[in-house]
């Protein structure tokens, strides 16, 4: 089992351009997530599903869009990058509802905008 | 919505001694409580759990606290490690609320 993987692990965007992170799970899961981790604010949600072809807004939802066309994959977009999007994102999964049980992550992706 | 505040933001202990984190929580109707250890230029991992109809959890070395009235939880690291160096996060969930709401995370340094 690969778990949660992520990709891209780096990339780099001038402001302005767009671009897709894809995040998929082989273990099955129902639910699955997107954060963005920055310096001394946490883990903050930014958009999350509860099974195939469903999306809902968490946190920090502005800028991004998502989609979950298969149960394994989660795809989160940037159509028009901004600095303040510069930031590592985590994708995770989960078996049960908002996490109650483990949530598992992905290594995570690491995104500048220039 | 929840807001889940972390304290302290940074904390240094010498090898052997405990080392206590704390969090509050806003929504009173919250009933799961997780903390996750991420170490540097990794991915966060789950290290423990309590749910609200438990007061205390133990699992080796570490062990969680919830005091439901005052809205707080702790985690409390005994006989630290380096290994133990990392930031840990903790989070709760509301009921009702599909996701977790994390606190700003605290850098635990254990100096060998």
């Known amino acids: 089992n690969a778990g949660v993987t992520q990709t891209p692990k780096f990339r780099v965007l001038k402001t302005g351009q767009s671009m897709t992170l894809l995040c998929a799970q082989d273990?099955?899961?129902?639910?699955m997530y997107w954060y963005r981790q920055d310096p001394g604010m946490g883990l903050r949600l930014i958009h999350y599903?509860?099974?195939?072809?469903?999306?809902a807004k968490g946190e920090v939802p502005d800028g991004y869009n998502v989609s979950r066309l298969k149960k394994q994959n989660f795809l989160l977009g940037l159509e028009s990058a901004a600095p303040s999007q510069t930031s590592v994102y985590f994708c995770?999964?989960?078996?049960?509802?908002?996490?109650?049980?483990?949530?598992?992550f992905g290594p995570g992706t690491r995104l500048t905008v220039l | 919505g929840e807001n889940v505040e972390q304290h302290p933001s940074t904390l240094s202990v010498q090898e052997g001694d405990s080392a206590v984190i704390k969090c509050t929580y806003s929504?009173?109707?919250?009933?799961?409580f997780p903390w996750y250890k991420q170490e540097l230029g990794k991915r966060p991992q789950l290290i423990i759990d309590?749910?609200?109809?438990?007061g205390e959890k133990k699992d080796q070395r570490i062990a969680v606290t919830l005091n439901k009235t005052a809205k707080h939880f702790s985690l409390h690291i005994t006989e630290t490690q380096p290994e133990d160096s990392a930031v840990y996060f903790c989070?709760?969930?509301?009921?009702?609320?599909?996701?977790?709401?994390f606190g700003s995370g605290t850098r635990l340094q254990v100096q060998p």
């Open positions: 995770a999964s989960s078996i049960t509802s908002g996490g109650e049980g483990e949530q598992f």
């Open positions: 273990m099955n899961h129902e639910y």
């Open positions: 599903s509860v099974g195939e072809g469903t999306t």
């Open positions: 929504d009173s109707a919250s009933n799961y």
């Open positions: 309590i749910r609200s109809n438990v």
């Open positions: 989070a709760a969930r509301s009921v009702g609320r599909r996701a977790l709401t």
